[in-house]
């Protein structure tokens, strides 16, 4: 704290000085100069007490509002993937144009590789125990024969549809 205070003592001379040169160039502004100069002393005096304060009473943790501002550390090009999949699970609850073709492609996949590794059926040759495995809900979606929707601007999915499936994915 010594040292701190060896290093900010040159300021107020500084401040000292120039107001003791401005007064003497310009004499008819000398009250300004001592209201600017005493303003100056209170501000760099407020500085070091603050400075003091906080090293004697740091901040041991952040508060929920600090975490709240930092930016997110996850880095959205590490998965493009994730991001594509949380698009089209949005855009397929608003529309059924989007259910249809954006995400009905992706758990067919799913569904049809699941079926495959864990149960040793093939969705498309075996489709009375893909759908017996799938469960009625899952299998009306995933279907090899389904149609795309009449109506593009139907309502999509539900998310308790979609959890549902999701379960009996991962039920496989």
Do not use: C, K, N, Q
């Amino acid at each position: 704290m010594i040292r701190r205070i060896r290093s900010l003592a040159p300021l107020p001379l500084l401040v000292t000085a120039t107001v003791i040169v401005v007064a003497l160039l310009v004499p008819g502004r000398a009250e300004l100069a001592v209201h600017v100069y005493l303003l100056t002393l209170a501000s760099l005096a407020l500085g070091f007490l603050v400075g003091v304060l906080g090293r004697r009473h740091p901040v041991a943790a952040s508060s929920p509002f600090d975490l709240g501002l930092r930016a997110r550390s996850h880095d959205d090009h590490a998965l493009p993937e994730l991001a594509r999949l949380e698009r089209e699970v949005t855009l397929s609850m608003t529309t059924a144009f989007d259910l249809h073709f954006r995400l009905r492609p992706v758990l067919r996949r799913v569904a049809a590789r699941m079926l495959a590794s864990r149960r040793g059926v093939d969705l498309e040759r075996s489709p009375a125990t893909a759908r017996a495995l799938l469960g009625e809900e899952l299998w009306e979606l995933v279907r090899p024969e389904r149609e795309a929707p009449r109506d593009r601007a139907a309502p999509g999915l539900e998310l308790g549809s979609l959890r549902s499936m999701v379960d009996a994915l991962e039920a496989l």
